[in-house]
């Protein structure tokens, strides 16, 4: 059986995903959910909370996708790499996050927005700098400070996935041959090799 809370965010987030947060409203939320906005303040204090509690439990989500898909791999270049695609797959396919995060029309409340970037982007860090440590520990990478490679690998896979402002083709053969050039030069960058 779905659990309430979690059914009223899917129904929020499909109306969120369509109409985006300053256009939804709690009543609409409720009509489609067909319940009363009794119901759903009793999880969610308002339609902010309700907005962030969807988009944390959505990052939380695809971060245990993503990093459960990479438990067999030992290499940690190779998990980087994994990361960036298995990730870049994901969020073709579940594009909400993504179009939260690069929301330039004001849809989904720019003022939340640093917000949500810290909770994602800091869990994303968090994982990249994991792998990092890994391989410095294992002898396979250099000695660097893991939050800020970190941050700079997925500052570059943002520059080459959905934040992406170099003119490109758009073809799913372009993008991977763009992402296999990223993690070699990442690779030549990283590795005592």
Sequence with gaps: MVDKKDYIMDIAKKRFDRFGFKKTTVD???QDARISKKTLY???KDKEDLFVSLFNR???KSRKVVVGKLNKIDDPMEKINKYMQFSRAYFKEEPFMVK???DENG???PYLKKKYRTFVEGGILDVIAGFVKEGMKKGELRKVDPQITAYIIFKLFQAFTY???MPSQTDRKS???ELNELVTFLSRA???K
């Design 28 to 30: 609409e939320i409720c």
């Design 42 to 44: 009793e999880y969610f």
């Design 58 to 60: 959505e990052a939380l």
């Design 100 to 102: 939260v995060l690069q």
């Design 107 to 109: 849809l989904f409340a």
């Design 163 to 165: 934040a992406k402002t």
């Design 175 to 177: 993008e991977r041959k």
């Design 190 to 192: 990283l590795t005592k």
